[in-house]
């Protein structure tokens, strides 16, 4: 698989070695951007880098980096969203078989506006499009997230705002990206 230069950056597939340095990357955004923080239910994935991303044949993580300090993450995995907390025509459209769903979007606030998270999306987007069983690269978003939904709109059709407008609980609007080669 190919590695980008992005200035001083290097974006490329994650080995072992970057694991700690991802899930770093990935638990701060929990606790800084989110204001939540680890959600077993949520987040159990990125406790298992290895086991969630780096071992299965169809899912990949991606990592961008300065020297040896990760400093941006992009995860894809097999996982179709499921209903619930999605709605059911969103399980349906995109069944687990074929569905690679993008995850743990991630740029450390010192470094991004420099064109990582675009990068690593594309890294994503060529993985999926080489595993032929994929028909769809689905993603959502919070849109309460700074920057979240414009960069989503430049480079993904939404497919479902489920904002309701009556109050913060409920700010998510789904994705898909295209594939090249693909038809939806």
Known sequence: MPHHRVGPYEVKPAERRHVDGARSVMLDTFYRDFGFGYRPEWHADVIDLDGTYLTPDRHALFVATTGDEVVATTAVRAAAPH??????????????????????????????????????????????????????????????????????????????????????????????????????
């Open 83 to 184: 209903c619930p907390p999605h709605p059911r025509f969103l399980a349906e459209r995109y069944p687990d078989d074929t569905t690679a769903q993008l995850f743990r979007v991630y740029v450390r606030p010192g470094h991004r506006r420099c064109g990582l998270a675009r990068a690593l999306v594309a890294l994503a987007v060529d993985f999926v499009t080489r595993q032929l069983r994929y028909q769809a690269l689905y993603l959502h978003t919070d849109a309460r997230v700074p920057g979240a939904e414009p960069f989503w709109r430049s480079l993904a059709t939404p497919v479902h705002d489920a904002r309701d407008g009556r109050d913060d609980t409920c700010q998510t609007i789904h994705f898909e990206i295209p594939l090249p080669g693909r038809a939806r």
